[in-house]
C-alpha cells in the first residue's frame, strides 16, 4: 500500500500536493505520536530531538499521546541497552587481544589515510578540501571521545 502511494505522489507536481496536503495539516509523519516513539526507543535525548517549526516536542500532540511520550522517555531505549551489552561482553580484553587500543589504531589509520586522500584528490577544490578536513576534524573529535572517559563524559552531557 505504501508503495502504491509514492507511485501516485511521484506523478503529482508541487501544486497538485499541496492541493490537497492542506486537508492533513498539521499532520507530519514527523510529528506523529509514532515518530516521537521510534526516536525515544532508539536512544535520542529529547535535547537532540527536534520539533517541528520551532515548536515544542509536544505542542502537536494530544494530552493522551503527550502522557505516552512522557512515559516512553522514562523507559530504557535501545542505545542504552546496546551500551550496557558492550561494556559487560567479555570478548573486550583477553590476553591475547585487547580490543580497545587494537580497535583505537585502526580507526586512526583509516582516519590518516582519508586525511592523505583528501590532501591529495584532484577533484575537490580548496573549498571543499577545507570542508572535508573540518568534518573530519570532528570525527576525529568524537572518536577520541569515546576512549577518553572525560571527553566522552563533556560531549555527552552537552548532547
Given amino acids: 500500500l505504501l508503495i502504491a502511494q509514492i507511485h501516485v505522489l511521484e506523478t503529482m507536481t508541487p501544486m497538485e500536493f499541496l492541493e490537497f496536503r492542506k486537508y492533513l495539516a498539521p499532520a507530519s509523519g514527523f510529528q506523529s505520536v509514532q515518530f516521537r516513539l521510534l526516536e525515544i526507543k532508539l536512544g535520542l535525548s529529547s535535547r537532540r530531538r527536534v520539533g517541528a517549526g520551532g515548536f515544542s516536542l509536544y505542542s ?3 494530552d493522551e499521546e503527550k502522557k505516552i511520550v512522557m512515559e516512553a522517555e522514562e523507559q530504557v531505549n535501545l542505545r542504552t541497552l546496546i ?3 558492550l561494556e559487560r561482553t567479555p570478548f ?3 590476553e591475547e587481544f585487547d580490543f580497545w587500543p587494537a580497535y583505537a589504531e585502526a580507526v586512526r589509520r583509516m582516519l590518516n589515510e582519508l586525511e592523505e586522500d583528501l590532501r591529495t584528490n584532484p577533484h575537490l577544490t580548496d573549498t571543499e578540501k577545507e570542508e572535508q578536513r ?3 576534524a570532528k570525527t576525529r573529535e568524537s572518536f577520541d571521545a569515546l576512549l577518553d572517559h572525560e571527553k566522552y563524559e563533556a560531549q555527552r552531557t552537552t548532547g
Fill in 134 to 136: 573540518r568534518a573530519g
Fill in 60 to 62: 502537536s500532540l494530544k
Fill in 92 to 94: 573486550l580484553s583477553t
Fill in 83 to 85: 551500551q550496557q551489552w
